[in-house]
């Protein structure tokens, strides 16, 4: 099985900080995870960030200026650094892996299985 694994996620108050990371090493295929998606309760999945082997970072306009998508390459780890947390951030955070063109659109082949971040006021 090829299962990115995140970690980093916990409780912060709103304007606080928190730094996600996703493990693609440890297996014997290693995945380019290169993308992170969030969903909140009662929403729906929603990309995030994501990263090219070039080192190209595209953000959604709800994080743009407050998270930033970055690869240790030295750890074969993904990571998103998130500062200036709002109420709305809490969510489940997922990384995304292997990702192609499909009918005009990005699909991903593997995802980890989340890690949840809360903030509060």
């Known amino acids: 099985q090829v299962q990115p694994v995140e970690s980093g996620g916990g409780s912060v108050q709103a304007g606080g900080s928190l730094r996600l990371s996703c493990a693609a090493s440890?297996?014997?295929?290693?995945?380019?995870?290169m993308a992170w998606f969030r969903q909140a309760p009662g929403k729906e999945r929603e990309s995030i960030a994501d990263?090219?082997?070039?080192?190209?970072?595209h953000y959604a306009d709800s994080v743009k200026g407050r998270f930033t998508i970055s690869r240790d390459n030295a750890d074969n780890t993904l990571v998103l650094q998130m500062t200036n947390l709002r109420l709305e951030d809490t969510a489940i955070y997922y990384c995304?892996?292997?990702?192609?063109?499909?009918?005009?659109?990005?699909?991903?082949?593997?995802w980890g299985q989340g890690t949840q971040v809360t903030v509060s006021s």
């Open positions: 440890g297996y014997t295929y290693n995945p380019d995870c």
């Open positions: 990263i090219t082997s070039g080192g190209s970072a």
């Open positions: 995304a892996c292997d990702r192609k063109m499909v009918a005009g659109r990005f699909e991903y082949k593997y």
